[in-house]
């Protein structure tokens, strides 16, 4: 890709409501963890810990109406589409503007509340807009209406790959001359009680009995995820027509790729086999004059499970291990948890830091990292200085949705 720059990013997350504090966050490794609600309640819940968003006001970026009529997750994406598109500082051609996101458990808590009230108060108190709040394509749609834009409207839901792959999506869509600019990214807010048991069980959450060890990328004692939430979004312009209105540029999107691991429904094929093709095939689209050589730091996808932090440091190892230096690489659930759907994009806003300010951002709470990871360099504790030009994202997700994407400076 050649025609794709960044201008805008709106976040909401647990690290806070706007990129400044987001990004500052990520350099001081902040944590932002806390007991999930359900704690205590429920034998197998002791050690549950969750990232919340804190002090979101939905009023601040829509009217009553559409609160009452929409999911959480739907909430945060509105309000992260408002930041990004006023940080872009664009007038929106409803034409040719697309909104493309991407969810994984979209409105599954608006389900969930109301097949409550039905279990135990009958049909009566059961809302009629469970279906407008529940199904994933209403936060796009909402973001369509409220800004009144006509050009193409799609939702993705590829697991933990789907906000990175929506702007994958959306990149190849104006590349490819369907639309001049898109609201890209994505989004997950689902706190029901049901998910921290069945994610308990599945054993895929973390066991720590200490909150900063809760989620610890690439570190020894890392025992699983957590459950984090919100959402990020960027406006993607032609960089042509970006330049000429003189905006600010954080990146441009070179290169991405979505393939299928095709190996098991929740953890990836042993030896990053497919993990290493995608992101290869990401720079393969990229056309870098030094390939995987050219890449100066790695966004890893990084959940702090047993088995995934294994396979993505093998891939990576074989991608980059051959270098005289070590390739810094870091993963930011660390600070947050994962946030699902919203969990690409969230990594792509800690590239696009870490190249403004050539630092790489540490991966917060990891203090003993594994030994598997010698060929690459886990950065921890504070920022890495060093000269970032391109940086890559991984994202891979439940079902083998392997995706990646290669990003450069301004």
Request: contains cysteine; proline residues 5%.
């Given at each position: 890709?050649?025609?794709v720059?960044?201008?805008?990013?709106?976040?909401?997350?647990?690290?806070?409501?706007?990129?400044?504090?987001?990004?500052?966050?990520?350099?001081?490794?902040?944590?932002?963890?806390?007991?999930?609600?359900?704690?205590?309640?429920?034998?197998?819940?002791?050690?549950?810990?969750?990232?919340?968003?804190?002090?979101?006001?939905?009023?601040?970026?829509?009217?009553?109406?559409?609160?009452?009529?929409?999911?959480?997750?739907?909430?945060?994406?509105?309000?992260?589409?408002?930041?990004?598109?006023?940080?872009?500082?664009?007038?929106?051609?409803?034409?040719?503007?697309?909104?493309?996101?991407?969810?994984?458990?979209?409105?599954?808590?608006?389900?969930?509340?109301?097949?409550?009230?039905?279990?135990?108060?009958?049909?009566?108190?059961?809302?009629?807009?469970?279906?407008?709040?529940?199904?994933?394509?209403?936060?796009?749609?909402?973001?369509?209406?409220?800004?009144?834009?006509?050009?193409?409207?799609l939702?993705?839901?590829?697991?933990?790959?789907?906000?990175?792959?929506?702007?994958?999506?959306?990149?190849?869509?104006?590349?490819?001359?369907?639309?001049?600019?898109a609201?890209?990214?994505?989004?997950?807010?689902?706190?029901?009680?049901?998910?921290?048991?069945?994610?308990?069980?599945?054993?895929?959450?973390?066991?720590?009995?200490?909150?900063?060890?809760?989620?610890?990328?690439?570190?020894?004692?890392?025992?699983?995820?957590?459950?984090?939430?919100?959402?990020?979004f960027?406006?993607?312009?032609?960089?042509?027509?970006?330049?000429?209105?003189?905006?600010?540029?954080?990146?441009?999107?070179?290169?991405?790729?979505?393939i299928?691991?095709?190996?098991?429904?929740?953890?990836?094929?042993?030896?990053?086999?497919?993990?290493?093709?995608?992101?290869?095939?990401?720079?393969?689209?990229?056309?870098?004059?030094?390939?995987?050589?050219?890449?100066?730091?790695?966004?890893?996808?990084?959940?702090?499970?047993?088995?995934?932090?294994i396979?993505?440091?093998?891939a990576?190892?074989?991608?980059?291990?051959?270098?005289?230096?070590?390739?810094?690489?870091?993963?930011?659930?660390?600070?947050?948890?994962?946030?699902?759907?919203?969990?690409?994009?969230?990594?792509?806003?800690?590239?696009?830091?870490?190249?403004?300010?050539?630092?790489?951002?540490?991966?917060?709470?990891?203090?003993?990292?594994?030994?598997?990871?010698k060929?690459?360099?886990?950065?921890?504790?504070?920022?890495?200085?060093?000269?970032?030009?391109?940086?890559?994202?991984?994202?891979?997700?439940?079902?083998?949705?392997?995706?990646?994407?290669?990003?450069?400076?301004?």
């Amino acid at each position: 890709m050649d025609n794709v720059a960044i201008t805008g990013r709106g976040v909401i997350s647990s690290l806070g409501l706007t990129m400044e504090d987001f990004n500052h966050a990520l350099n001081t490794a902040h944590v932002a963890v806390e007991a999930s609600p359900w704690v205590g309640k429920q034998h197998g819940l002791e050690h549950q810990w969750v990232s919340l968003v804190k002090g979101f006001d939905p009023a601040k970026y829509m009217d009553e109406r559409t609160v009452r009529g929409t999911d959480l997750f739907a909430r945060f994406s509105i309000g992260a589409a408002a930041e990004a598109i006023n940080d872009a500082g664009v007038e929106l051609d409803p034409l040719r503007t697309a909104v493309v996101f991407g969810t994984c458990m979209s409105g599954i808590d608006a389900i969930v509340e109301e097949q409550e009230k039905l279990d135990r108060d009958g049909p009566e108190p059961v809302s009629g807009k469970m279906q407008i709040k529940a199904w994933p394509n209403m936060a796009a749609a909402q973001i369509a209406m409220i800004w009144q834009l006509h050009g193409p409207l799609l939702t993705v839901s590829t697991a933990c790959a789907s906000s990175l792959d929506a702007v994958g999506i959306a990149a190849r869509m104006i590349e490819a001359g369907q639309c001049d600019m898109a609201i890209a990214g994505g989004a997950d807010a689902a706190r029901s009680q049901i998910f921290a048991l069945t994610g308990g069980k599945y054993g895929i959450y973390s066991t720590a009995s200490d909150p900063m060890k809760a989620c610890i990328p690439f570190d020894v004692e890392r025992s699983g995820v957590i459950n984090g939430e919100g959402a990020g979004f960027v406006v993607l312009e032609r960089a042509d027509r970006a330049r000429k209105r003189g905006a600010t540029i954080h990146g441009y999107i070179r290169g991405y790729s979505c393939i299928a691991d095709a190996s098991h429904p929740s953890s990836p094929e042993a030896e990053g086999t497919w993990e290493q093709r995608t992101m290869e095939l990401a720079l393969e689209e990229a056309r870098l004059p030094r390939g995987a050589d050219q890449v100066d730091a790695v966004i890893a996808h990084g959940t702090g499970t047993p088995v995934g932090d294994i396979v993505e440091v093998k891939a990576l190892s074989r991608l980059f291990g051959k270098r005289d230096e070590a390739i810094p690489i870091m993963s930011p659930k660390g600070n947050f948890g994962h946030t699902v759907g919203a969990a690409g994009i969230m990594g792509l806003f800690a590239g696009l830091h870490s190249m403004q300010q050539n630092a790489l951002v540490p991966t917060a709470g990891t203090n003993n990292v594994i030994p598997e990871a010698k060929q690459v360099r886990v950065v921890t504790h504070e920022p890495a200085p060093t000269p970032i030009k391109t940086v890559q994202v991984n994202a891979f997700g439940f079902g083998g949705q392997d995706s990646s994407m290669v990003v450069t400076e301004a």
